[in-house]
């Protein structure tokens, strides 16, 4: 069961204009986690992105790292955590690399809570300050683990004019003004638009 994106989804991804390796951003590990799900594609972990770590590097607001692994175990059969983002608060990632051969995202969620309420994913250009721009909606179609369409950046061209990257962070909101949503993550991936 895939979960539902109502904005910004990709089903199929175009090959972007710029080449990865033509951008200051690196990512020296790729694995291909969505393979049982008809993805071949390779992907970076995001920092912090399996939430094993003590210190997952992220800013949260009322969510927090529990135990509880997405049961799939794409990373690793010793993974224990996920991401607990309860009704109304909201997590931010590090600040990361991307280029205009990033092109999406991809990880693991459930919503065991009220299925009406959606989380949102919006991604900040880093500069000055961050300017936001809403990614996707995702609404749980059922209770249980489900990987997340691929959900595309759909950052402007323009924004890497010069020297090929931007920094980013992503931000996942727990919507519903009370109504009870349980969202958890785990496991949150970049496509770089590279194959191993």
Sequence with gaps: M???????????????????????CSYPTLTTPFTAWSDTASY???????????????????????LGNEPFYVRGKGDKKSLSIPDLSTATTPTMCVSAATPSIRFFATNDGDAAAPLTVDVGVVTKTITWSRL?????????????DATLLNLPDSLFAGTGSAKVVLRFTAQGGGAGGAWRIDDLYLDPFKRV
């Design 44 to 66: 970076t972990l995001v920092p912090g992105g399996s939430f094993e770590a003590p210190n997952a590097s992220w800013s949260l607001a009322g969510a927090r790292i529990v």
């Design 136 to 148: 996707a909606t995702i609404v749980a179609p059922a209770p249980g683990w489900a990987p997340s």
């Design 2 to 24: 895939v979960l539902v994106a109502a904005l910004a989804v990709a089903a199929a991804l175009v090959p972007p204009s710029v080449s990865a390796a033509g951008s200051k």
